[in-house]
């Protein structure tokens, strides 16, 4: 994988991204495209319209016809690279692909979308695709985007698309609005930069919106059979003081960690590397404290030095297992 992918994926479903329209999805629906899930293939699975398949799949065809479909990415953002996964689409795969982007205020129907009153923008030209893989582009643009529309040439399936990225949150509102924001929700900006260990589950699971959906749905490290403990380093979204935590172990019953502890730094522009080489200045703001099982903890009173301006967290268990999410609440400075 490229380092792009260690990014978020703006277009992921869980984040609120949708396929608008498609010029056709007659073997399989437009929605498995940004299916959260990884793909899977079912032997014997057919349909009244042939082979099932876990992906966007369009009739046959010939060029110099070839089908698109429109997708609104879940949060606005920087396209830093995208993956074209044809995992099980051997010889139904397209032979090439392109991709779009623009940005429009709203919510824009796919009408108004598909018109020649919205400008769209090449970010990807006509490359080739290779079959049951994942085909990584990446993406040198500075533009901020809300939509991609996605060709496929001439036709054929596309298991999953990814569009991986820096979300650009909508700061002058959210500053307007007051009060606290979750400085470290990846729709805020937020991201895991870096961590320990994630053998059982994801790091990024951690700064999801809504509620953990159970134990796959969060970061969770293997069995430590040493010295030391886990950890994970999340990059807010913009610097801020921290006045208000939340830790969240729900799922977590027999491999819950059994305490956890916080620290900042102020290291703005700094590398994931950088901040995880341990040269930064790493002030405690939350002190080892024991965590339960399948419990959503939280801390105000106990937090110590909430005036330090922080662009990173460091989030400590001790000495292992999952949490489902952790929410870092404050002020902007």
């Not at 709203?106 to 090449?122: F, K, M, R, V």
């Not at 509102?173 to 059982?200: H, K, P, Q, Y």
């Not at 110590?304 to 989030?315: D, L, S, W, Y």
Request: hydrophobic share 40%; with cysteine; net charge negative.
């Amino acid at each position: 994988m490229s380092e792009f992918t260690e990014l978020v994926d703006l277009a992921s479903e869980r984040l609120g991204g949708a396929v608008l329209a498609a010029s056709d999805e007659f073997f399989a629906p437009r929605e498995n495209l940004l299916k959260a899930a990884k793909p899977v293939w079912i032997e014997d699975k057919y349909t009244d319209a042939g082979k099932w398949m876990d992906g966007w799949e369009t009739r046959r065809h010939r060029a110099p016809d070839h089908d698109w479909c429109i997708i609104r990415l879940g949060l606005r953002g920087v396209l830093r690279g995208v993956v074209v996964d044809t995992s099980f689409f051997k010889g139904n795969f397209p032979e090439k692909c392109s991709l779009e982007a623009c940005r429009t205020e709203g919510q824009p129907d796919a009408a108004t979308l598909a018109s020649a009153a919205t400008p769209w923008t090449e970010v990807l030209a006509i490359s080739p695709l290779r079959g049951d893989t994942q085909n990584l582009f990446e993406i040198r643009r500075s533009d901020t985007f809300t939509h991609l529309r996605f060709h496929i040439y001439p036709d054929g399936g596309v298991a999953r698309l990814r569009a991986y990225g820096e979300v650009a949150p909508d700061w002058e509102n959210i500053r307007r609005a007051g009060g606290r924001v979750d400085l470290a929700a990846v729709e805020n900006g937020g991201l895991v930069a870096a961590a320990s260990d994630m053998f059982f589950g994801s790091r990024h699971n951690l700064i999801l919106p809504g509620p953990s959906r159970g134990m796959h749905d969060g970061w969770e490290t293997r069995r430590r059979r040493g010295p030391g403990f886990d950890w994970s380093i999340i990059r807010l979204g913009a610097p801020g003081t921290i006045e208000y935590i939340e830790v969240d172990t729900s799922h977590f019953k027999g491999n819950f960690p059994e305490s956890c502890s916080l620290e900042v730094c102020h290291a703005p522009g700094a590398t994931p590397e950088q901040v995880s080489s341990g040269d930064n200045k790493w002030q405690e703001i939350l002190a080892r404290t024991k965590l339960q099982a399948h419990t959503r903890h939280t801390y105000e009173s106990a937090l110590e030095g909430t005036a330090v301006a922080a662009t990173h967290a460091r989030f400590n268990i001790y000495p292992d297992g999952g949490v489902a999410r952790l929410r870092l609440w404050g002020r902007l400075s």
